[in-house]
């Protein structure tokens, strides 16, 4: 049998619970009014935006785009003088998905000048070394001369009884070659050749 001690207690206990039950029905209502399809659709919407860039620019280059199977890819050789010396064409499959940044660390001595879906351009230089002209000393009329080729030459100013006829083989055969300096110091002195044939000698 309850005495009265206990039901002072479940009272109590019926009190809180009943109390507590209304509060939460309360706050629970309040919290549905707030939240009106108009509220949810903005709220959507706003955490939609936040997720989507502002521009383009928030993509990197290298993220938005990769060589793909029918990107041209060339590969072109040029000069000290920017004159092209080959350009060969490369199996796309053999970079395919490689970015810009990919290719950079691929091809470290060559330069990307072109980067795009369409084509892509590696660029690299090499040095050529410029091919001396080489002139060839005759005889012509007893004149020593320089040949200048397209059938022209040059006298200058020495006669071919001056020399040996060893030398005077040589001149009449045109075997002394002279290069573009040499001819500028014969043009100058034609005793010079005295060094060229002292050189040959040697």
Known sequence: MFNKKHYIMLLTLATVMFC?????????????????PEN????VE????????????????????????????LMVIK????????TETMDPYSILGKTAEDLARIFPTYQI??????????????????????????????EVVIILGNNDSQKIGLHSTEFSS???????????????????FLEQDPYYIERILQNLSE
């Open 40 to 43: 949810a659709t903005n709220l």
């Open 166 to 184: 060893y030398i005077n083989t040589l001149l009449s055969h045109e075997l002394i070659a002279v290069t573009s300096d040499e001819k500028a």
């Open 20 to 36: 507590g039950t209304f509060f939460i029905v309360y706050i629970f209502s309040n919290m549905k009014n707030d939240i009106t």
């Open 79 to 86: 000069d000290q003088e920017d004159n092209i010396i080959s």
């Open 113 to 142: 000048v072109q980067f795009d879906d369409q084509r892509i351009i590696i660029e690299g230089s090499t040095y050529i070394k410029p091919e001396e002209i080489k002139y060839y000393l005759g005889i012509q009329d007893e």
């Open 46 to 73: 706003n955490e939609a935006s936040e997720n989507i860039p502002t521009s383009t620019e928030d993509i990197p280059e290298e993220a938005a785009f990769s060589v793909l199977p029918s990107t041209e890819v």
